[in-house]
């Protein structure tokens, strides 16, 4: 399968069509933003170390019967994918309070939550991804009907637990993390777009340390030994 035209260019990742309509190329770039892109920057070797962490974990969750938009990885930094529509809610589950909901409910930062939260944003950067609720995201025609949003919060749960477990036994707290999903040619919803250090967080459960996008956000360190970390963790 080869690159033909440039289909879409997002933050992380540009995606090119291929000879089969149904079927995507997607390239993981270098690019950091935190913020919706206030702060900006360029790791060499992010992409590649996010498209192994992403792949190596799309294959767990297809394992354990997840439906995603993974068809294989092509090389260090491109996979093949399967079109899908995206749907424009952002699926944030969490398991740790930090970050916005730590802002914007007050709860302390590092506070163990009392079950999954699983939250809806509004996947449109111009709006800096407003939260929504299941009102909003009938009411702004985002999913089809009601029990798209039961199926989103379903999977969001699952894909969660199968996680959180394969992290606690890698000694990495699970904080929390951003998913996204598309609809087939088929009507299926599938797992989209990338899970990584990009869009998880994780804290080393020995010594608290952050090991994902908050280390460019927060300059607390080299992206890279942080996200090389993650990778040496999901391959043990
Ligand atoms: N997240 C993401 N993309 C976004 C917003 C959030 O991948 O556009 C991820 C983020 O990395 C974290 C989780 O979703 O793992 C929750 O993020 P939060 O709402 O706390 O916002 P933040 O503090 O990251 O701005």
């Given at each position: 399968m080869i690159k033909q035209e440039l289909l879409h260019e997002g933050k992380a990742k540009v995606l090119y069509k291929t000879q089969d309509k149904n079927l995507l190329i997607s390239e993981f770039k270098d690019d950091l933003t935190a913020g919706n892109a206030a702060k900006k920057g360029n790791e060499k070797g992010k992409g590649i170390l996010n498209c192994k962490i992403s792949t190596q974990l799309f294959e767990l969750l297809e394992k354990h019967g997840i439906k995603t938009h993974l068809v294989k990885m092509l090389n260090d930094n491109h996979q093949l994918i399967k079109k899908v529509d995206i749907i424009m809610i952002e699926v944030v589950v969490r398991n740790i309070a930090t970050g916005s909901l730590t802002k914007r409910l007050g709860v302390e930062d590092g506070t163990v939550l009392p079950f999954a939260l699983v939250e809806f944003y509004y996947k449109e950067d111009a709006l800096n991804d407003p939260i929504l609720n299941d009102e909003h995201c009938i009411m702004m025609d985002l999913v089809k009907s009601e029990s798209d949003l039961k199926e989103l919060k379903r999977l969001g749960r699952e894909i969660n637990s199968i996680l959180k477990m394969f992290f606690v036994k890698r000694r990495?707290?699970?904080?929390d993390f951003k998913v996204e999903f598309g609809v087939d040619n088929r009507g299926n919803i599938l797992l989209a777009d990338e899970i990584s250090p990009d869009s998880c967080r994780f804290w080393d459960?020995?010594?608290?340390e952050k090991l994902d996008k908050d280390v460019f956000r927060q300059n607390l360190g080299n992206v890279k030994v942080a996200y090389q970390e993650i990778l040496n963790r999901v391959l043990k």
């Amino acid at each position: 399968m080869i690159k033909q035209e440039l289909l879409h260019e997002g933050k992380a990742k540009v995606l090119y069509k291929t000879q089969d309509k149904n079927l995507l190329i997607s390239e993981f770039k270098d690019d950091l933003t935190a913020g919706n892109a206030a702060k900006k920057g360029n790791e060499k070797g992010k992409g590649i170390l996010n498209c192994k962490i992403s792949t190596q974990l799309f294959e767990l969750l297809e394992k354990h019967g997840i439906k995603t938009h993974l068809v294989k990885m092509l090389n260090d930094n491109h996979q093949l994918i399967k079109k899908v529509d995206i749907i424009m809610i952002e699926v944030v589950v969490r398991n740790i309070a930090t970050g916005s909901l730590t802002k914007r409910l007050g709860v302390e930062d590092g506070t163990v939550l009392p079950f999954a939260l699983v939250e809806f944003y509004y996947k449109e950067d111009a709006l800096n991804d407003p939260i929504l609720n299941d009102e909003h995201c009938i009411m702004m025609d985002l999913v089809k009907s009601e029990s798209d949003l039961k199926e989103l919060k379903r999977l969001g749960r699952e894909i969660n637990s199968i996680l959180k477990m394969f992290f606690v036994k890698r000694r990495l707290n699970l904080v929390d993390f951003k998913v996204e999903f598309g609809v087939d040619n088929r009507g299926n919803i599938l797992l989209a777009d990338e899970i990584s250090p990009d869009s998880c967080r994780f804290w080393d459960m020995d010594t608290n340390e952050k090991l994902d996008k908050d280390v460019f956000r927060q300059n607390l360190g080299n992206v890279k030994v942080a996200y090389q970390e993650i990778l040496n963790r999901v391959l043990k």
